[in-house]
């Protein structure tokens, strides 16, 4: 077991943006250990008063839509023109076993894992999507404590777990190809509709009429959505990475959201309910590790799981038989 | 306590088709008693090789949409014109909260309630989502074992239960208004995606044109999504339950996606992963009723929930509190 210090160690360091505590500190809310769990709650109550000062943003999007490159272009704008300090986290329990397509490999963002302004933090290996999750939440925490003010949450717009940033952002930001073909097939159905904001990636050279009819394509289709609790409308515009363009105009569009949802107080009950809904997942998910962690549990599950998808026994009398071995 | 029977006799009225047995088992289910949920257990087990013959729809729709009316004459169809044995089924934990806007008033649907094909079954009282969802669930499977071949489950657009809804379900239709304005605001956001066709409804009189448009407006809209998994194209279509037109067109979009499903194998797929999701959703509502039944939980839960609102204490920490109690 690596070395492990007292709470307050953790605490000072990460107040004083001391990156290497912060890290260790990240370590430890991903570490399942008891021991750890428990050093880790202390630390979070002790930061926690010093949380909340950021700006949350998911970005999702397909592999290939040019994710990380949008990623280190809006970052760099961020810390240069808007003289942010920048956290890039990933939430993506597929990274290790797909090569790293999500930030499994820090070298993809080059410059901005560099710039002094940036932290970047790759996705945790091995863990279950309720791992990660759990673990992206305090580490937004532990990075607002430590001074970052701007924190993007990065994932795949193909599985579950967009859902999850969802849940613990204050803006979510979906890129897109131009052309509403074969490219959108990956993007999974109902996250488009979780999206404050769109963006047309790589609209340069002999794409940007594409990507502009694209644009006007999506706003109009956006019009039809159900107007969101937040009275925000969804906004849809164009940027490139290789030109540097459209990077201000969807700033734009992230402050715009701010200010309505400030002033409106969507966005303050958006974090209290948040929040809320942090604790009861965290109930969930301790509840379901304990349940599934138990070796009767574990003998009988495979075997009911084949009888109730083969219709031979129902669902909830499987269930009752699981729950009793408790 | 209400009189009970041994789990054949249910099973032998309900396989006879004796309604009184069938909505005596419903109760059952509904039941939170452990020893009806037992006995309710050995029910489904038995029923079990006699269900799955049938199609089950979802139908959404905000309030004012014409649900009931289109339900009533859509089921009338199915009775009439395709010899369906019909039930409706309503999942709505608010319906009598909300005084009766769902079902909650089997005269609403007048004709329906009156045709010895139709078994109508309004939502149960005082239950949470959660236990709605169980036991509508189990109602579509004693309802299939009844002889039903065509169940329609009922939901309000404008809560959670539609996702509840989709999981249970092969087909699912929302109903909308025509204009694509003020009246879309009640439909929740991520439920035009859920749908498997929309039906723009009262299409009738001075209405026919807006209906039309907002028909082309849609069908567009959705060409905009990603593919479903089933490889199946959402279809929007018109109707009037006024004028009774529109209703083969519905069905023929429901033979047509039956037809595509089942012959590429998500028909099936679906239902065993429906299987297998009730089973899991079965053990975190009973782990999680245990848990929140702890007097203890109970005690210092409202106190916890305050603090961690207010960003006193963070989620994770209060989530180990509790859990701790256990």
């Avoid at 694209?214 to 009275?231: F, W």
């Avoid at 030109?243 to 715009?256: A, F, M, R, S, V």
Wanted: charged share 20%; hydrophobic share 40%; with cysteine.
């Amino acid at each position: 077991m690596a070395k492990r210090f007292a709470a307050d160690k953790y605490v000072e360091g990460i107040l004083a943006g001391n990156r290497v505590l912060l890290s260790q500190a990240i370590t430890l809310v991903e570490s399942r250990l008891p021991s750890d769990q428990e050093l880790a709650h202390e630390v979070m109550d002790k930061v926690l008063p010093h949380t909340g000062n950021s700006i949350r943003i998911g970005i999702t999007g397909v592999p290939g839509v040019g994710k990380s490159t949008f990623i280190e272009t809006f970052g760099t704008y961020l810390i240069q023109a808007q003289q942010k300090k920048l956290a890039v986290l990933a939430i993506d329990p597929t990274s290790q076993r797909s090569g790293g397509s999500i930030l499994g490999d820090k070298t993809r963002m080059e410059l901005l894992s560099m710039n002094p302004q940036a932290y970047i933090r790759p996705s945790p290996a091995g863990k279950s999507l309720g791992g990660v999750t759990r673990s992206t939440r305090e580490s937004i925490l532990l990075c607002e404590a430590a001074g970052f003010d701007a924190i993007i949450v990065e994932t795949v717009g193909v599985g579950q777990s967009e859902t999850a940033v969802h849940e613990m952002v204050d803006f979510f930001l979906l890129l897109m190809l131009a052309g509403a073909g074969d490219e959108l097939q990956g993007i999974k159905r109902g996250i488009m509709e979780m999206a404050d904001a769109i963006a047309i990636t790589k609209a340069d050279e002999q794409n940007i009429l594409k990507a502009n009819a694209a644009k006007s394509e999506y706003q109009n289709a956006l019009h039809l959505y159900p107007v969101a609790a937040s009275g925000w409308l969804p906004k849809v515009s164009v940027c490139s990475a290789l030109q540097n363009t459209g990077l201000d105009q969807i700033w734009e569009t992230i402050t715009e959201y701010l200010q309505l949802t400030q002033n409106n107080g969507f966005f303050e009950k958006k974090r209290r309910d948040q929040n809320l809904q942090w604790m009861f997942e965290a109930i969930r998910q301790g509840l379901e590790e304990k349940f599934y962690a138990n070796p009767q549990v574990k003998m009988q599950l495979p075997a009911l799981k084949t009888v109730v998808q083969e219709g031979q026994k129902s669902a909830f009398a499987a269930a009752a038989e699981l729950l009793k071995l408790l």
